[in-house]
């Protein structure tokens, strides 16, 4: 597979551009996983050898936000993450018995999901706090549902975060760097047990792309404390449009 250098710098290009996009807003599954399937990964096998590949960086973006570290709606940070490990737990098997040609036809949608979240959670959030009071059964439950979804698939899981917590929590999105990114990497840790029990980890391609998050994770910290809320939304609502369009591209042309 690494025979030809480009496919390398390829793999480590997508690796640190996905570390440091988990690092900023998330959404680094945007970059890592169609790198993998350009390079003839099966999608299933390309989402699992993503989520792994990220996992350093995500881990290293957690670290450098550590100091940053409070509560949700009254939910300490180790209830939140006790509830995502379970649900990485849960999504990541679910992963492991979806047939692959059934993941190619979801991937799409699920991107889709995400990029409405994106667009629609702030204004949503606005329009829900001037009616209702959301309390922490509600929390909990979001949490859960995230906890599966970033074991199942990942891709968008920091953006959806973002876009709830800012829903439940009247959160800012500077705000939820830190617990955002910690979540993620939790999500990743729990699915990492279970892809790589069922051996769907290609570890030709994972070396060389989690070198390169690990890098840009650390790089996306140091951008994420630089640069404005709108500059982060617009970079990744752009990366998500295109990798969105070509995954519909892919799954029904």
Known sequence: MFADPATLLLAIAAGFVGGAMNGL???????????????????????????????????????GFRRELAPVAGLSV????????????????????TPTDT?????????????????CGKRAADWLHARVTIGRPTLVTAQSILGIYGGYFGGGVGLITTALYGLLANMHPRELFAIRTLMLCIANFAAAFVFIGFAMVDWR?????????ILGGWAGVGIGKRLSAGQVRVWTLLVTCGTTITFFVRAYR
């Open 25 to 63: 807003a998330g959404g680094g599954t945007f970059a890592t996983l169609p790198a993998l399937i350009a390079m003839g990964l099966p999608a299933n096998i390309a989402n699992a050898t993503s989520n792994l590949a990220l996992l350093p960086g995500a881990a290293a973006s957690a670290w």
């Open 78 to 97: 180790l209830v939140l993450a006790a509830i995502t490990f379970v649900g990485g737990l849960g999504g990541s098997l679910l992963l492991v018995w």
């Open 103 to 119: 993941f190619d036809v979801l991937i799409p949608w699920l991107l889709l999901f995400a990029l409405v979240v994106m667009l």
């Open 205 to 213: 391609a994972c070396v060389p792309m989690l070198a390169g998050s």
